[in-house]
């Protein structure tokens, strides 16, 4: 714990945690009252990830408190000579086992010792499940987009594991379960896709059934039945393909056996329009719902299939299955409607144009192994998180699920996200899994906290690999309490405006999909009451405002998050909507800042290295190439001097051999970003003033006209008209009384 607050405005300190315990908090010093935690305005809370930081593993169990179950961590006092310890959570005095008894200052065991904060801990090997991926294909897509699915699903054959089961259901206008291990013909079971099956009904099915084989096994088989997949209906005139989605997926959960504990994978050709689970009608005349359709409530569909999907996704958290989905589309599937079933299982959504290298790149990436030989991905996860007594839990925005699991005086009637509990389930987890957790002060105002006390937050982990080996990995976090002589003012050095702008995101984010709220103005007035809390001026006067270093990047991040895809809802379907917003949910600091303010880097021959600059049209200028990285979107930009050149066939004469140079190296760059990338973003290179061209210069800043000549015209604020605003209604901010 760091005591001296000066060394906390560095923003390197904030990373360096990150570094070490996959954790980036919005404060990283904490009000000491509840009346000053209600001060705050930007939420008290973490973007936490398991299972990033690289962590010594050890091959014994963990000591706990047998009051609060926290596990012994470097922050806890031992007593060297009585061998008991003290839970810095909850304050009870433990013994520790006669295993510790031959402990000394100096030769501690691990999960003392201050650098191991994060610590992992083999609890069980047992005998390994065989990792499982079911198949789930929508027989509709137009015969060039399968021959492109069918060709991706073979080759992902290669990628499993050599132990996988893999298991086969198709769906148009019925559904057929495939009995792979049956090779004189192919078998089947037909099935209506108009009636929900009962899981007694599914059960039934499966006991003289057999649908998971080994792959080793059957994988002739499979590829074979694959690639002789065909749609044998034709939709009638002016109808949309028959598509019994929901049913499909439902019977595959229900005839699953409750050990399954793998992937279910939805590759959807179009929304469903039979049967439950239907999201649009069969006649084209009826449209798919708008954002407009939702705002208006006139979208009658769209709650019974939404209860549908989650109900399914209650069967998934339940068993620790994953549903993941596929599709060649971002606004004609249906994922408004299917969101929870993926989000909350921990799945995926992988999402293209068109067929395109990208979508396998990403589809081959659920595949990847670890270093230890287990698959990236683990299974069966589950988050508990303890706090000290002056903390209570508000809850957790994610891709996760609540266990409803609640421990006395820990968690708060404040709820944010998935709350009122202090355990979570996750049935997929990986290295790139981020989670939102949120925090109250509960510590009353009288009671004074010493100058050199603390706060505790325990993160435990669980999981499961595919050999079959549970880990628990626990991360502690201890900081420094305010003194609240000083006032909230004091608690700015630790203020780490990136981390907050990821939180404020995510919550604005979750309150647009439970609550309905204009989250354009909740930005606002958020964005006015915190600036006009930490900024100093004479009231009426906006030549004296002075904002402080620590926060003053806050406003420009909150600028882009609300004229950006994640919030706007201008122009997008709300499949695509839902599918920003997914990621969202899912990613790092890091990565949630790309998405909200897309980075720009330059390259010229008056640059000696790529430089970020401004993400302004007027830092676009003729000569130049820039990487445009948006997250969901990767341009290589070329200036109009540049396309040119290009045009005169520069690049290719010897003596231009440094102008063909400066086109590869920008290049090269942007496919290092492409390949580290998921799901990997929609690559283009291209030239200003072509219509691709025009989509990067608008996600530009319109403050001004590029040097080049290119008028820009947009109906959107600049960002200095917005700051200018802002500092007018700062200066004349007026606090609601309550």
Request: proline letters at 5%; a negative charge; aromatic letters at 12%.
């Amino acid at each position: 714990v760091n005591n001296d607050t000066s060394s906390i405005t560095n923003m390197d300190h904030f990373l360096d945690i990150e570094e070490r315990d996959g954790v980036r908090w919005s404060w990283n010093i904490w009000p000491s009252s509840r009346i000053e935690y209600r001060k705050l305005v930007a939420p008290l809370g973490c973007i936490y990830s398991p299972l990033k930081p690289q962590c010594l593993t050890v091959n014994y169990p963990p000591v706990c408190c047998a009051r609060c179950k926290s596990v012994l961590n470097p922050y806890c006092e031992v007593d060297y000579t009585k061998f008991t310890w003290i839970c810095r959570i909850c304050n009870l005095a433990n013994t520790l086992p006669e295993t510790y008894h031959g402990i000394t200052p100096e030769s501690q065991p691990a999960e003392i010792i201050p650098s191991y904060t994060t610590l992992e801990y083999q609890i069980q090997t047992a005998q390994p499940n065989a990792p499982s991926y079911f198949y789930i294909i929508d027989i509709t897509f137009k015969e060039k987009y399968m021959d492109y699915f069918k060709e991706t699903i073979i080759q992902s054959l290669n990628r499993l594991p050599k132990d996988a089961h893999i298991g086969l259901i198709t769906f148009g206008k019925g559904v057929q379960v495939y009995e792979l291990g049956y090779t004189n013909c192919t078998k089947s079971i037909a099935l209506s896709g108009m009636k929900e099956f009962s899981k007694e009904d599914a059960q039934k099915m499966a006991k003289t059934n057999q649908f998971l084989y080994p792959l080793n096994i059957v994988e002739e088989n499979f590829k074979r039945i694959i690639n002789s997949l065909y749609n044998p209906f034709t939709p009638k005139p002016g109808c949309r393909h028959v598509r019994t989605t929901g049913v499909a997926i439902s019977l595959a959960l229900n005839i699953l056996p409750d050990t399954f504990s793998g992937r279910i994978m939805v590759f959807a050709a179009g929304p469903a329009t039979a049967g439950p689970g239907k999201v649009v009608d069969i006649e084209k005349t009826a449209s798919i719902r708008t954002h407009k359709h939702l705002a208006d409530e006139n979208a009658p569909l769209v709650q019974d299939a939404r209860v549908c999907y989650y109900n399914s996704s209650n069967i998934a958290v339940q068993n620790g299955v994953t549903v993941d989905l596929f599709s060649l589309s971002l606004d004609q599937v249906g994922l408004y409607e299917m969101r929870d079933l993926v989000k909350r299982t921990g799945g995926v959504i992988i999402s293209t144009k068109y067929p395109n290298d990208s979508f396998r790149t990403s589809f081959f990436h659920l595949f990847e192994s670890s270093s230890d030989g287990s698959l990236a991905s683990k299974s069966k996860g589950t988050i508990s998180v303890s706090v000290c007594p002056e903390l209570r839990i508000s809850g957790a925005v994610g891709h996760l699920s609540s266990t409803g699991n609640k421990t006395e005086g820990v968690v708060s009637e404040l709820e944010i996200g998935a709350g009122g509990t202090d355990t979570w389930k996750m049935a997929s987890i990986d290295n790139n899994t981020n989670y939102a957790f949120f925090f109250e002060v509960t510590n009353p105002h009288q009671r004074v906290l010493g100058s050199q006390s603390y706060g505790m937050v325990q993160f435990r982990t669980t999981y499961v690999n595919s050999l079959g080996q549970s880990f628990l990995r626990v991360t502690t976090i201890a900081h420094q309490w305010s003194s609240p002589d000083l006032g909230t003012n004091a608690l700015i050095p630790g203020f780490d405006q990136e981390a907050a702008t990821a939180l404020v995101a995510k919550m604005a984010i979750e309150k647009a999909e439970t609550e309905e709220t204009d989250i354009q103005r909740w930005l606002d007035k958020h964005l006015i009451t915190f600036m006009s809390k930490y900024s100093t001026f004479t009231k009426g006067m906006e030549h004296t405002l002075s904002i402080p270093n620590e926060i003053s990047l806050y406003p420009q991040f909150l600028f882009h998050l609300r004229r950006g895809l994640l919030v706007s809802i201008f122009g997008s379907a709300p499949d695509e909507t839902v599918y920003y917003r997914f990621y969202l949910q899912r990613e790092n600091t890091s990565n949630i800042l790309t998405m909200i303010q897309p980075q720009l880097e330059a390259y010229g021959f008056d640059i000696e290295e790529p430089e970020q600059v401004l993400l302004a049209v007027s830092s676009i200028k003729p000569d130049r190439i820039y990487i445009f990285d948006s997250y969901f979107n990767l341009s290589v930009f070329r200036g109009s001097t540049i396309s040119q050149w290009m045009k005169l066939g520069y690049q290719d004469k010897l003596e231009y051999s440094s102008f063909a140079e400066l086109l590869r190296i920008p290049v090269e760059d942007a496919k290092i970003i492409y390949e580290e990338r998921f799901p990997a973003p929609y690559y283009v290179e291209c030239d200003e003033g072509t219509s691709q061209g025009r989509y990067v210069l608008a996600a530009l800043d319109p403050e001004e006209n590029n040097l080049s000549g290119t008028t820009f015209h947009t109906d959107d604020v600049s960002l200095s008209d917005f700051m200018n605003h802002l500092s007018r209604r700062i200066v004349n901010y007026e606090p609601v009384k309550q």
